[in-house]
């Protein structure tokens, strides 16, 4: 599964951004796509995922309310809606994805990970 992430960006506190993640290759049906996001001189955290049909979603507490995890028309599109943006969502974000809905709350439970997308958040 190759994963190829955009949109990222610098906007100002309170803007919106949306990230756009595509899966190619030999994609599972049971596959769950993740966000998971790495600030400078923190640990990874994932953010946000979804499994592929769509019915079934996961935030972290410091996003609820203002992250929105879906799926494009095509199921191997996944998007990640951010309103309401704070200076501590600065980070790079990374599309990850595993088969399965076990451990994805925890980045080690990703076994394919896309390049970083920076999302830059000014006060």
């Known amino acids: 599964v190759q994963l190829q992430a955009s949109g990222g960006g610098t906007v100002q506190a309170g803007d919106s951004l949306r990230l756009s993640c595509e899966a190619s290759g030999r994609v599972p049906t049971s596959i769950v796509v993740a966000w998971v996001r790495q600030a400078p001189g923190k640990e990874r955290e994932v953010v946000a995922a979804?499994?592929?049909?769509?019915?079934?979603?996961s935030y972290a507490d410091s996003v609820k309310g203002r992250f929105t995890i879906s799926r494009g028309d095509a199921e191997n599109t996944v998007y990640l809606q951010m309103n309401t943006l704070k200076p501590e969502d600065t980070a790079v974000y990374y599309c990850?994805?595993?088969?399965?809905?076990?451990?994805?709350?925890?980045?080690?439970?990703?076994?394919?990970w896309g390049q970083g997308t920076l999302v830059t958040v000014s006060s």
């Open positions: 979804i499994t592929r049909s769509g019915l079934a979603t």
């Open positions: 990850a994805a595993n088969e399965g809905w076990g451990n994805i709350r925890r980045p080690t439970g990703y076994r394919y």
